[in-house]
T-cell receptor
Framework: DTEVTQTPKHLVMGMTNKKSLKCEQH?????MYWYKQKAKKPPELMFV???????INESVPSRFSPECPNSSLLNLHLHALQPEDSALYLC???????????????FGQGTRLTVV | GQNIDQPTEMTATEGAIVQINCTYQ??????LFWYQQHAGEAPTFLSY????GLEEKGRFSSFLSRSKGYSYLLLKELQMKDSASYLC??????????????FGTGTRLKVLA
């Protein structure tokens, strides 16, 4: 199983709503990532979790709140978003084995978020 | 800072060969990855380089020169289905104890019949 599964696939939310994006993988990967991708742009790193602990926050506004409840799950909690936050949100995972360099990141299909 | 640059768009003909370049300046280097992304879909892994030289994988090859901060992806025998965005991603030094993948600007390739 080399899949990263994200739900929902599409989400429309108002600026006062609270919603959550979910990501799941069963490859035993202990590094998980959230990326944001705007149309015709590359993915931008938001957060990195390593062994279920937040390792990197790329200066993301606090209206985005990540959570890693266990080694297979990664959530992104959304609150009071702005229309400019509309984008494709991609989850990814990778191995973290020291000394193993060929550890590509596997991506989910993404959640297309529209903030109205 | 991290700078990873690619040409924005390229066009090529079915059956031809195309080379997509990537130049990078990052805080350290622990590998370069090429991904393919069709519109509205997830990026999928194509190839990986950490040492200088050429890695070949079927119709796709990738080259790396660490001293020049330069890589390219070579696509041979182009097919219509190769029309997609191609993303170069660099894994900088593990300064914080965690690896991350930083993507370049991406190249949209259009293959014409």
């Amino acid at each position: 199983d080399t899949e990263v599964t994200q739900t929902p696939k599409h989400l429309v939310m108002g600026m006062t709503n609270k919603k959550s994006l979910k990501c799941e993988q069963h490859m035993g990967h202990r590094a998980m990532y959230w990326y944001k991708q705007k149309a015709k742009k590359p993915p931008e790193l938001m957060f990195v979790y390593s062994y279920e602990k937040l390792s990197i926050n790329e200066s993301v506004p606090s209206r985005f709140s990540p959570e890693c409840p266990n080694s297979s799950l990664l959530n992104l909690h959304l609150h009071a978003l702005q229309p400019e936050d509309s984008a494709l949100y991609l989850c990814a995972s990778s191995q973290t084995v020291a000394g193993q360099m060929n550890t590509e990141a596997f991506f989910g299909q993404g959640t297309r978020l529209t903030v109205v | 800072g991290q700078n990873i640059d690619q040409p924005t768009e390229m066009t090529a003909t079915e059956g031809a060969i195309v080379q997509i370049n990537c130049t990078y300046q990052t805080s350290g280097f622990n590998g370069l990855f090429w991904y393919q992304q069709h519109a509205g879909e997830a990026p999928t892994f194509l190839s990986y380089n950490v040492l200088d030289g050429l890695e070949e994988k079927g119709r796709f090859s990738s080259f790396l020169s660490r001293s020049k901060g330069y890589s390219y992806l070579l696509l041979k025998e182009l097919q219509m289905k190769d029309s997609a965005s191609y993303l170069c991603a660099v894994r900088p030094s593990r300064g914080s104890g965690t690896y991350k993948y930083i993507f370049g600007t991406g190249t949209r390739l259009k293959v014409l019949a």
